[in-house]
Each structure stands twice: as C-alpha cells, then as structure tokens.
C-alpha cells in the first residue's frame, strides 16, 4: 500500500513524518527515531509552498510544479538576468570595439589608417574621459585578414596594444621594450606557428581585433609630436615589409563622432559581432555560455525575437544603473585616494590593479568601475615613478559628498608647489557621455600649461567651475552646464614625491554658492 502525506497537512498539524506514519501504523524498521524524523524546518527548506511572493511577482505552483504563467516570468526574468550579466562581464570588449568603430566610421577604416588627433582632442569627439593635453593616435589590428601584423613606432612615445576585450597585451614605447627608443613590434595571429623573423619585439594577442594606443608628449610643442608620429609610425602586414602600403593619417581633431558603447539591444549586437569575429577560445566556456544564453553564438544568427529584444534592452538599461552605481557608490577595498579621511577623490583602478584580479578572484565591480569610465589597459596606468609617467585622480562628488550641480559654482584649492615634473591638468566631463563637457570652452581644461592662468602669492592655485567665471577669475575656471552634472579628473604628469606618499593633496571641491 502506498501512502501519500500532503506537506501542507504537516505544516499545518506540525506533526513529523515519524508521528504521522505511527498514527497510520507503519513502523519504519531498522531505523531510529532521530534517524527518521523530519522537522518543519527541514521540510521548509527543500520544498516551496503553492504560492509565493517574490520581487519578480508572484509565483505559484502545484504541489513544487510551476505553472504555465511561472514559468514564463521566471524565464523572462533568467534571460533578463544573464543579458544583465553578460552585459556587465564583457563591458571592455564592447567598449573598445564601439572605439574602433567608431574610428572607422570617421574615416580610419583600415589597420594602416591612423586615427591622428593633430590638434588635440576636444570636447566635439565623444571618447570616454580623454584628456587634451596629449597627442592621441589609435588604430586597429585585422591579423585574421592580414596575418603578422608589423608596428614601427618612433622614439618618445607612450602606448600599448589591448585585445577584443580590452585585455592587456603589452607595452610599447617608454614603458615597453624599446624603452622609448622607438622600433619593430610583431603582432601574430592567435595560434601562430610561423616563422618569427629577428628583430622583432614580439606580441601575442588571443584576437584578432586589437587596439593600439599611442601617445605623445607635446612638451616641447604640438608640431615637432605631431611630425615625430606621422613620419615615425608605420602599420603593415609582415607579407608586405618588402614594400609596405604607407600609413595614412586621418586627423580627428574637431570631428563629432561618437565612441562610446550603447546601452540598449546595439549593445548586444556589438558583441555578436566580436563572437563571429573572433577565435572560440578568446574567452572561457563560463562568460561564453552566459553569452550563448542570450542567443549569441558562434557560427549562429543573432536574431532575438521581440520578447528577447525587449529584455535584453532592459538588461542594458538596469546594466548601465549598476555601472552608474558603482562609480558614484562603489561597494569595495582600494577606489579612495584617501581612504582615511571623507575625501571623494577616487581612482579609476581599484587598488591600482589592472587585471581586476586578485588571488584567483575576478573583481567584478572594480572591473565595471573602469571600463565603465576609462578606455584602454595597461598596468603602467596605475603604476606611480617618481617624475616620470602620469597619475590621475577623480572627483565624481562635491566636499559634502552630494553630485555636481551645473547651475552652482565650486572651487578646487592646490596647495603651493604641486608635486609635478612635468604639468598638471583639470579636465571636466559630462556624467552622461563620460566624454569631455561641451561647453562654451572647446577644450575643458585648465592647469599649469594654460595660457594666463593665476596663481596665488604663497605658490597654491585655485580653480573654479561653474556656469559664469568669478570676476577676475576667468583664467582660472571652467564653466558648467546649468542643468547637467559633471565630474572631473585631476592628471598629475610625471608626479612626484609628495602626490605618491601622499603628503600633498588636493582639496576636496567645495560649493561656494
């Protein structure tokens, strides 16, 4: 005979199995009492009862089995949660491919077109938190296409090569293996078993679309770094080093053009793309089957129907407020300049740490943290020598801890002798775009290479931003945008000393009315 007992009939009665099979007259035989009694706590926690009310909604079974309309909100809310995840984990990649794109579309469409910014950068181009106090030049490689892929680089410049998913690569330039003394980079396919020819300082990435990241020092003025590039720089497969095709130079100064990633269904289609492009081992099987669930897959069709659509741009809203989040009230060790005191001043590299790994552990925030806010990875971003390189801080929030109000005025007090070999500057960006502010000023900027800028009798400057200068103090000030917030980065070029110990520091930026 077999008997069924109802479990809401146990939690009603708060009877235990052992009791209710006594009742019936069924002794369990060859086991003890404790060995077959069940608690109602115990019976809770492996079952689920007919109804219950989560943050989805409510759910409701028969007796553990879903109903049809649970099981269409639970799906709806699994694939709204990995569009989420797989929104948030490959940030990076999106993120520099929306760059290169974005380039391409402006005109540097090939590996040998140079994405040039002759005149500097400005607020019309939308790069997420670009500076204007140094030469950019970028470009692409397309190793699927052109195989082994040579870069010459002159001397004196700054870079490195990230891949699809902005992972780091390698350094070239001052802080790479020509020491800053320019020559021959070797970009080899993934999986590349051909000859590697002498001479060659040799580089590895898993993709085939990767991005290269050059700057140069303007010190002694634009021209000679402008010049020092473009007769410098060449980009060319290795099967054509007989006789290369000459790299061009597209100048980009002044274009409006956007480089920054979407947050709605584009995103996802971005991503798509990168998956057909590249190799099925440039990421691991976990971040590749959240991707799949979604319906990306390699050697398949994306084409998500109208109820994935709708998801999944509701996966890039909610993704896009978790990044915001975190930037503005970050959860984790090692984003505060001065964790020991109120300061709002932030890193863009938690615990200066560009891999965002630790001990075997993924920082999934802090990961989010910079690709959400900053393009391109290298770790001689975060790493401070003494009068070389450069140090950046940020101020996402006033001295009170409360947002930036464009219709408000706010100043930023340096203490005398700024700790810099070489300059420092104060840029200000819009908190939609993450790119330069537009404003009345083309270039946002002011520091210590700007043309009549004051400074205090004892050495110290005071900057000020805010819809209209103080009177007298327009050399000094950077204008806001009534009804916008804005944030700001304080880069610190060839820091010294006193900015890495921290003996000196800035201000917080307090609101004067």
Known sequence: MIFKIKYQHIMKTGSTITTLLAAAGIVLSGLSVAQAQVSQVALESISIPDKVETAIGALEFFDGVPTDATIDTVYDNLDRMRGV??????????????????????????????????????????VVTANTSTLYAYAGTDLANDGPTVIEIPPGMLGFLDDAWQRFVGDMGVTGPDKGKGGKYLVVPPGYAGDVPDGYFLLKPPTNRNFLFLRGSIAKGLEPAVKNITSGLKIYPLKDAAKPAPTEFVDMSGKAFNTVFPNNLAYFEILND??????????????????????????????????????????????????????????????????????????????????????????????????????????????????????????????????????????????????????????????????MLQTSQRFPTVGSQSEGIEKNADGSFDIYFGPKAPAGKENNWLATVPGKSWFTILRMYGPLAPWIDKTWRPSEIELIK
């Open 85 to 126: 995840e797989v929104y948030l984990d490959n940030m990076g990649g999106v993120s520099i491919q929306s760059v290169l794109d974005g380039l391409a579309r402006a005109g540097a469409n090939a590996p040998n077109k140079v994405a040039l910014f002759a005149g500097l950068m400005d607020s019309k181009t939308l």
């Open 274 to 435: 990168m998956i057909q492009r590249e190799p099925i081992d440039a990421i691991g099987p976990e971040v590749r089957g959240a991707i799949a669930s979604i319906g990306i897959v390699k050697g398949q069709p994306f084409k998500p129907d109208a109820r994935m659509q709708k998801l999944l741009t509701e996966a890039g809203t909610i993704g896009n407020a978790t990044a915001r989040v975190i930037t503005y009230q970050p959860r984790i060790d090692g984003v505060f300049i001065y964790p020991d005191t109120d300061s709002a001043w932030s890193t863009a590299f938690a615990n200066h740490n560009t891999s965002f790994e630790t001990n075997g552990t993924m920082g999934l925030d802090a990961r989010v943290l910079f690709y959400f806010n900053a393009g391109g990875v290298t770790p001689a971003m975060a790493t401070s020598h003494v009068g070389a390189g450069s140090d950046y801080a940020l101020a996402y929030l006033d001295a009170d801890k409360k947002a930036f109000d464009g219709a408000k005025t706010y100043k930023l007090h340096l203490p005398p002798n700024v700790p810099v070999n070489d300059f420092w500057a104060v840029t200000m960006y819009d908190t939609q775009t993450r790119s």
